[in-house]
T-cell receptor
Framework: DAMVIQNPRYQVTQFGKPVTLSCSQT?????MYWYQQKSSQAPKLLFH???????NEADTPDNFQSRRPNTSFCFLDIRSPGLGDAAMYLC???????????FGAGTRLSVL | AQSVTQLGSHVSVSEGALVLLRCNYS??????LFWYVQYPNQGLQLLLK??????LVKGINGFEAEFKKSETSFHLTKPSAHMSDAAEYFC????????????FGKGTKLSVIP
């Protein structure tokens, strides 16, 4: 059974058109992460939530925002996607005090 | 600061041959070490992890890895490659406390030749 679910699996957007990617987890984990993975590269952490506390990586562009309305759901908003934002976006969750991240299947974003 | 170096962006082995994927890390604190596997257009699946204790760690699908502090290495092995092992493999490190943020290596793509 899927534990970290990302929707949609594939997303196509236009240059400059806002897009939202969603992630939900059924594990009741209090920590959630968003990663960006470009082709043939390692996943790069964008930000994470510890409960409702938002932690932004220093080099995450302002164009990327996130919302976590409740424990189960987390959203990634890209306000004005550029061609360089085309990538796989991975969501992960972790139980507090346990050092294992569980990943979703990812959303592949294309920007036309 | 932590970092991970995976030697070889692409490794090819014959079916039934030994798989060896190399990972070296740098960490100023006792590391937690992980290997993840990623199949095409899929997320990351945890293969195995080292936290403390026994340095030889067994994971899923017949993989294992050995933590060698003196060599700052955590190489992944499997005695006999199967076609289904073809995927990309990522080594990652985190600290023992705090936010447990993962720092990934650049990945090694494993091809298995029939």
């Amino acid at each position: 059974d899927a534990m970290v679910i990302q929707n949609p699996r594939y997303q196509v957007t236009q240059f400059g058109k806002p897009v939202t990617l969603s992630c939900s987890q059924t594990l009741n984990h209090n920590v959630m992460y968003w990663y960006q993975q470009k082709s043939s590269q390692a996943p790069k952490l964008l930000f994470h939530y510890y409960d409702k506390d938002f932690n932004n990586e220093a080099d995450t562009p302002d164009n990327f925002q996130s919302r976590r309305p409740n424990t189960s759901f987390c959203f990634l908003d890209i306000r004005s996607p550029g061609l360089g934002d085309a990538a796989m976006y991975l969501c992960a969750s972790r139980e507090d005090a346990k050092n294992i991240q569980y990943f979703g299947a990812g959303t592949r974003l294309s920007v036309l | 600061a932590q970092s991970v170096t995976q030697l070889g962006s692409h490794v090819s082995v014959s079916e039934g041959a030994l798989v060896l994927l190399r990972c070296n890390y740098s960490s100023s604190v006792p590391p937690y070490l992980f290997w993840y596997v990623q199949y095409p257009n899929q997320g990351l699946q945890l293969l195995l992890k080292y936290t403390t204790g026994a340095t030889l760690v067994k994971g899923i699908n017949g993989f294992e890895a050995e933590f060698k502090k003196s060599e700052t290495s955590f190489h992944l092995t499997k005695p006999s490659a199967h076609m289904s092992d073809a995927a990309e493999y990522f080594c990652a490190v985190s600290g023992p406390t705090g936010s447990y943020q993962l720092t990934f290596g650049k990945g090694t793509k494993l091809s298995v030749i029939p």
